[in-house]
């Protein structure tokens, strides 16, 4: 028989208990069957409503949103999602005026951003914060690679145990050259998550980044036991996806969605609008997902 003392440490534990290998939004395995894959789109706290309307599962606006927003703004946001079928499961632009890379770091600062914006990620739905913002990474010009490797470690350990009370994973995104001078390719992500070893950090695959940066779509078996997210777009113009004869590389991504048996969130991020492309995108991912 176990002593009181002892339960309670067992259910503390169990409270904090960190994401283990497959996870996903909703806390259940990846490979759990009774889940589908999730349809998201990527678009601004004022479009939860059109996203709600035209099928999508959730909405994914920018972290650093809802950060700027004032305590009214925010309570205003938060009560239309609460009326809402969706929640914001997922977060993009995590940081935006902070740097985490360079000789003129603030830690104090972006660690009283991460207790801001982290809480109020989960308040309104928040389980993944992508982390692709690129001004906070790129590497200053003559500044170390192997120092701003160790610096992206360090701020990653540090937002994966702020991240940790809220039940939040944060999600390293590759992002194509022309936007980011580091983390280009979902091989160094995964070298990354690997090197920080933190059960809240993670990765995701952005289908068009993957794509503008010729990666073999083979990562994503890869990556299969660390990835919890995709984001997704047309190569061609970086638009929402309408169709399969749209690249020919679709075929083989999502045949490897479904091999690793992923149930997390997609989310379109590319240029289009509710009105002319929402139903047909939706369209687009049920199928090539059946």
């Known amino acids: 028989m176990i002593s009181r003392r002892q339960w309670l440490k067992m259910i503390g534990a169990a409270a904090t208990a960190t994401p283990a290998a497959g996870w996903i939004p909703g806390g259940q ?3 759990a069957p009774s889940r589908r894959v999730q349809i998201g789109v990527c678009a601004p706290p004022r479009d939860l409503e059109k996203a709600e309307s035209y099928g999508f599962d959730y909405l994914e606006p920018g972290a650093a949103a809802l950060a700027d927003m004032s305590a009214a703004d925010f309570a205003s946001f938060k009560a239309r999602v609460l009326a809402s079928r969706l929640r914001c499961t997922s977060f993009n632009s995590f940081i935006r005026k902070l740097s985490v890379v360079g000789d003129d770091v603030k830690t104090d600062e972006v660690r009283s951003y991460l207790d801001l914006c982290l809480p109020r990620c989960r308040e309104v739905g928040g389980e993944i914060v992508v982390w692709g913002s690129a001004s906070s990474r790129d590497v200053p010009a003559g500044f170390p690679r192997e120092r701003a490797w160790e610096q992206i470690k360090a701020f990653l350990h540090l937002a994966g145990d702020a991240a940790r009370p809220h039940g939040i994973v944060i999600a390293i995104e590759p992002l194509r050259h022309q936007e980011s001078n580091i983390i280009n390719t979902g091989a160094e992500a995964l070298r990354l998550v690997h090197e920080v070893h933190h059960p809240n950090v993670r990765m995701i695959i952005d289908y068009y980044h993957m794509r503008v940066e010729n990666e073999d779509p083979d ?8 990835i919890v997210h995709f984001h997704f777009a047309n190569p061609q113009g970086r638009r929402w996806p309408r169709s399969s004869s749209e690249d020919p590389e679709y075929a083989r991504f999502f045949e490897l969605v479904k091999k690793i048996r992923f149930r997390g969130g997609i989310s379109i991020e590319g ?18 997902l059946a």
Request: charged share 35%; glycine share 4%.
């Open 271 to 288: 240029n289009g609008s509710f009105e002319q492309d929402a139903r047909a995108s939706v369209e687009f991912f049920h199928q090539e």
């Open 219 to 226: 990562i994503v078996w890869k990556a299969r036991h660390e």
């Open 29 to 31: 395995d990846a490979r």
